[in-house]
């Protein structure tokens, strides 16, 4: 009896809205400046194994859930060796959401949020696939450590894929530095993106 009773009541959130309203959640990404609050516009890198590395700024909307080609955004990429000598740039754009968890944490009291409502500002992971200007495609992978209460597990920052190049190694965020910060909005339902 008590199984039945279990079964009903996942079926009716599953049924009356639960993961339904779940797949209607849109989440925004943003790479961020932290200069006079946090703002789009910022930039992140990450490595590959001999040093070379890409730069990518961006932001977008994904759903939290459901279907996953329904995801808007992009940004710019520039790859350079591992001398610092740029060897390609253009734009991407997001093509779909792999996955996004949710992570906990907060934005400090004292942090101006010139994004989004502070409270909808969330910490997590997302994977995206992408398309590269110049014809190639990849993963961005998009992590927010946000700094009150989140563990220290997660990254902050970027990690990318182009072609059979895996930029694996985030470059860390520094205080007062701009560069290698994220965030996570949950967009209000009827809002504009």
Known sequence: MKRLAIAVVLLSLLIGGGIVH??????????TNITGGISAGGKASALARDGSKITVTGSGTFRAAGKSQDV???????????????????????????????APGALPAALVDNIGDKANARGGLAILSISYSDGSEGILVVSCHLPTGAPDTIFEGITAT???????????????VEGNRTIFHVVPPGATE
């Open 22 to 31: 779940a797949a209607k959640t849109r989440i925004r990404w943003d790479l």
């Open 72 to 102: 808007g955004g992009g940004g710019n990429w520039e790859t350079f060796d591992k001398d610092g000598k740029s060897t390609g740039s253009g734009a991407y754009q997001v093509t779909g959401r792999i996955q996004w968890v949710e």
């Open 162 to 176: 182009k072609e059979f190049v895996d930029f694996f190694n985030a470059q860390a965020d520094a205080p007062g």
